[in-house]
């Protein structure tokens, strides 16, 4: 007869570190101001070492497994406001005045894309993966971190690929879609949240993780339409053009030339309040890629 009884210890103990990690990573939000700094980076620290003793496997919980299908929100028919009140400086010199906007409905994926998520396409496809991975591997520990690094025709290569997966269509948001996602119709909200700035809300540069964090932790950051890490953490592609005098939200078309920017919105783990507002943008050239990442739409009636 064998003796397990090491292996037994082995295993005991493993189950408990991640019964102690679980608890960690869903420990509720404290009431205490002074206490919520060290609430997130316990989740971030206990997400991350999930993920590294899971090798990978954790059941993911904002998409499915095998396609990569995200989990979608709807977000309504109807007109939004858009853009920055005067008094609200964002990015650009050229701002755009606030002005109403009329969408149809639309899915937009609740998080970015994951680095998870890319890896099946990256080994699907047979792509060069993001240049800080290894081989066709994200960066262990963070593999329900946003992917980053992804230039505009990268985004652009996964979209046409989950396209094909799902049969329907997938693209990126214009930004007009992006930021109603992240403002809701209601008012002329400065971040997803409210109007009122909360370092505990998002992963910007106040909060000084210095680093991506897995995506969805900061829940009290939701949007109106509970759309998630719309602002700090990654940049994020939009389809449209950057305009000089107007809002470009309805194009939807790829640029042959590849001479022309796109929108960038949300701001970064790296960016101050100020450049996380619902409505700054910023832009970057088509092959720009350095902390980028992105999130899809799903066009509706596409079948």
């Not at 570190?17 to 205490?32: F, M, Q, S, T, V």
């Not at 520990?141 to 990268?154: A, F, R, S, T």
């Not at 109106?224 to 000089?244: I, K, T």
Request: charged share 30%; glycine share 10%; proline share 7%.
């Amino acid at each position: 007869m064998t003796d397990v009884g090491e292996v037994r210890v082995e295993s005991d103990l493993l189950d408990s570190i991640r019964r102690r990690l679980k608890a960690a990573a869903e420990a509720p939000e404290p009431k205490a101001v002074e206490q919520r700094r060290s609430w997130i980076l316990s989740r971030v620290s206990a997400l991350n070492t999930l993920a590294r003793i899971e090798s990978g496997e954790l059941t993911p919980r904002f998409w499915r497994p095998g396609t990569g299908e995200p989990d979608w929100v709807m977000i309504p028919a109807g007109a939004f406001s858009m853009g920055i009140p005067d008094n609200d400086p964002g990015a650009f010199d050229d701002e755009k005045p606030v002005r109403r906007v009329d969408l149809p409905a639309y899915r937009i994926a609740r998080v970015p894309i994951t680095n998870a998520q890319y890896s099946l396409y990256v080994k699907e496809a047979q792509i060069d993966p993001p240049e800080h991975w290894r081989g066709s591997q994200p960066p262990q520990g963070k593999e329900d971190h946003p992917v980053v690094y992804i230039n505009w025709p990268g985004a652009q290569g996964y979209c046409r690929w989950l396209s094909e997966k799902l049969g329907q269509v997938v693209r990126l948001p214009t930004e007009a879609e992006w930021e109603k996602a992240a403002r809701g119709d209601q008012d002329l909200r400065r971040y997803p949240w409210g109007n009122t700035w909360d370092v505990m809300r998002c992963n910007s540069g106040e909060l000084g993780l210095g680093d991506t964090s897995p995506v969805g932790i900061f829940s009290s950051g939701a949007s109106p339409y509970g759309v998630l890490d719309m602002a700090g953490n990654v940049f994020e592609w939009c389809q449209s053009r950057v305009e000089a005098n107007a809002y470009d939200v309805d194009d939807d078309r790829e640029d042959p030339l590849g001479e022309s920017s796109r929108v960038l919105r949300g701001g970064s783990f790296l960016e101050l309040r100020g450049e996380v507002l619902c409505g700054c943008r910023n832009r970057g050239r088509l092959d720009h890629r350095d902390g980028i990442g992105f999130r899809v739409v799903l066009v509706a009636n596409s079948r």
